[in-house]
């Protein structure tokens, strides 16, 4: 058994990453400024897209996108069940209701057919999740959305490419929590190529002002800044855009060594038919930003949650990744809904479990872990 306990996830802290931190506390300048301006131009360079807004979280960038569409009472937003709840959430607290569909049982991608069924006159907006990295079809979606607006959660895939080219060609979130592949310990980043998106996700990031003051000062704008609706405030402080910055640098490396870490997963459960690692999409070119190595657990001699704390015992952490949204107190309470409602989502709900993958770990950490459950399956 491992001395030390392996965490399923540990952000990757370099000493560059520490020094972009420290500089901006030593420049006089730490809430949003030049490393804001910076991390947005970068973040555009690698997706392809034209505006960037960062922002103190992906949660805040569904908010503001919803308030910019007008989205509210008596309109409906499809997004699937299998998903973090801060969507869902969000677009509960604009009083709008989230119609939570269905995924693929084996990819967890919501399903371009769930998404057609779902669709009515009242929906406004639908959000795909790449899952764990993998791009959904995005171009299926597309087909089925019409017109009806289709932004991205981005929040597990940066560096995540689509027949060829990288995810979010219009309307993305992506997220820079502690456990995503690149960090500013908290933050978020609505990326699209629609000025005028841009240009209202700004307004309503910092109080409905037209400008903040780093444009008051650096940009030599009028020092009257004007309110033109009441906004939030969202913005990025620069230390935590320096530490994204830093680490944007990195993104091939971190990606390619997280695709690694999976291979020897996907190699060493080749063989073990009660863990079962999420399969791939069909029909499309991709790439993968490897965000999470899911597996499903699928043996009668545990639960997933007895796995997860016998793991635990052995001194390997993993995570939930996710526990749908359908079937949580809140959700069911309010629509009603019943186990039954999304068989695959919840079939996954109860069977999976993400394994520790982070770009430090080392292939005798990727050997630990496979020890460790070999160990289980064989009680
Ligand atoms: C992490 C995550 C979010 C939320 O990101 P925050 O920056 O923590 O608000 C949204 N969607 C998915 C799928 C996520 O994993």
Redesign the pocket.
């Known amino acids: 058994m491992r001395k030390d306990f392996l965490p399923f996830t540990r952000p990757a802290i370099t000493a560059a990453d520490i020094e972009a931190v420290t500089d901006v506390l030593k420049s006089g300048w730490i809430t949003n400024g030049p490393a804001n301006a910076a991390f947005e131009q970068e973040v555009c360079r690698l997706t392809g897209n034209r505006y960037g807004v960062a922002l103190s ?6 908010h503001l996108l919803l308030k910019v569409l007008n989205i509210g009472p008596g309109d409906e937003v499809i997004t699937p069940s299998m ?2 709840v ?2 869902a959430n969000m677009i509960e607290l604009v009083g709008a209701r989230p119609v939570l569909v269905e995924v693929d049982r084996e990819t967890l991608l919501v399903r371009p057919d769930a998404v057609a069924a779902a669709i009515t006159p009242r929906t406004k907006l639908i959000v795909p ?1 790449h ?1 764990a990295g993998v791009p959904v079809d995005i171009d299926a979606i597309r087909a089925v959305a019409g017109g009806i607006p289709v932004v991205e ?1 981005a ?2 895939a940066l560096g995540t490419c689509y027949k060829g080219r990288h995810i979010g060609a219009e309307h993305a ?1 992506y ?3 502690a ?2 592949n690149v960090t500013c310990g ?3 980043m609505f990326v699209t190529s629609d000025e005028a998106m841009a240009a209202a996700i700004r307004r309503w990031k910092f109080h409905g002002i037209v400008m903040d003051a780093f444009d008051r000062q650096n940009r030599g704008r009028s020092p009257q800044a004007e309110v033109v609706e009441p906004g939030y405030k969202y913005n990025l402080t620069d230390m935590s855009a320096a530490l994204g910055l830093s680490q944007l640098r990195r993104i091939d490396a971190i990606n390619a060594r997280r695709t690694e870490l999976a291979m020897q997963y996907r190699a060493a459960f080749a063989d073990m038919p009660e863990i079962r690692p999420l399969g791939d999409p069909s029909g499309y070119d991709f790439k993968s930003a490897w965000h999470l190595f899911v597996v499903r657990v699928d043996t009668p001699k545990y639960t997933r949650d007895e796995f997860m704390a016998e793991l635990k015992a052995l001194n390997i952490g993993s995570g939930l ?2 526990r749908c949204v359908h079937l949580q107190k809140y959700y069911r309470e309010t629509y009603g809904y019943q186990p039954g409602f999304l068989p695959d989502t919840e079939y996954n709900s109860d069977h999976i479990l993400s394994l520790p993958l982070f770009p430090d770990m080392t292939d005798g950490d990727v050997g630990d872990v496979v020890a460790a459950i070999r160990e289980l399956l064989a009680r």
Do not use: N
């Open positions: 979280s992906a949660t805040a960038a569904m998903t973090w801060s969507i999740v899952f959660d929040a597990h979130i997220s820079f929590h456990i995503k908290e933050g978020g990744h996710f």
